[in-house]
T-cell receptor, first 114, second 114 residues
Framework: AQSVTQLDSHVSVSEGTPVLLRCNYS??????LFWYVQHPNKGLQLLLK??????LVKGINGFEAEFKKSETSFHLTKPSAHMSDAAEYFC????????????FGRGTSLIVHP | NAGVTQTPKFQVLKTGQSMTLQCAQD?????MYWYRQDPGMGLRLIYY???????DKGEVPNGYNVSRLNKREFSLRLESAAPSQTSVYFC?????????????FGDGTRLSIL
């Protein structure tokens, strides 16, 4: 079985300040982990993925995430928020040893203030 | 390169009406998926097709049917629409089914059932 928990439903930051979106996962097998971004009235777009290579993963638009097995976490960070980062973010887990069907978190809405 | 194309983008139905949502991808992907997105619920899998000629139920299949018409196209049918099916529906595709496979999403169909 697998599950994912996004610890904050909303995160509010000021432009130019760091972003931290938190994600914890649970899985019986080695997980693959993803972060997707969804802008209003759009589909989801892949930001980055972890698939058992380097634990620090760099994605698009300056985002990165660190896989911490001991903490079962995969938090998303960005050093400096931009207004265009305002969107909904989804953490997703998928595991081998099963049907590979991904499980989505409930999403975190990132609000960026000028 | 269009990616994943969903039609229609918006639709309003009356309870009991039927409708088919269309999805096509031009990336030569083997696997395709249908999700629904409701506020605060993340994305929930309705049906998926691991490869042409196969379909399987996801987390919330009741009230829906699917057809994998060919490698490119995967349609979702509501036989007798109910207000509980008011949602945003997303189609996605991936190269193949597998834990590390990212998904590519369409822009969604916004469906309201009165």
């Amino acid at each position: 079985a697998q599950s994912v928990t996004q610890l904050d439903s909303h995160v509010s930051v000021s432009e130019g300040t760091p972003v931290l979106l938190r994600c914890n996962y649970s899985s019986s097998y080695s997980p693959s982990l993803f972060w997707y971004v969804q802008h209003p009235n759009k589909g989801l777009q892949l930001l980055l993925k972890y698939t058992s290579a380097a634990t620090l993963v760099k994605g698009i638009n300056g985002f990165e995430a660190e896989f911490k097995k001991s903490e079962t976490s995969f938090h998303l960070t960005k050093p400096s928020a931009h207004m265009s980062d305002a969107a909904e973010y989804f953490c997703v887990v998928s595991v081998s040893g099963g049907s590979y069907i991904p499980t989505f978190g409930r999403g975190t809405s990132l609000i960026v203030h000028p | 390169n269009a990616g994943v194309t969903q039609t229609p983008k918006f639709q309003v139905l009356k309870t009991g009406q039927s409708m088919t949502l269309q999805c096509a991808q031009d990336m030569n992907h083997n696997s395709m998926y249908w999700y629904r997105q409701d506020p605060g619920m993340g994305l929930r899998l309705i049906y998926y097709s691991a490869s042409e000629g196969t379909t399987d139920k996801g987390e919330v299949p009741n009230g829906y049917n699917v057809s994998r018409l060919n490698k490119r196209e995967f349609s979702l049918r509501l036989e007798s629409a109910a207000p509980s099916q008011t949602s945003v529906y997303f189609c996605a595709s991936s190269v193949r089914q597998g834990a590390g496979q990212p998904q590519h999403f369409g822009d969604g169909t916004r469906l309201s059932i009165l």
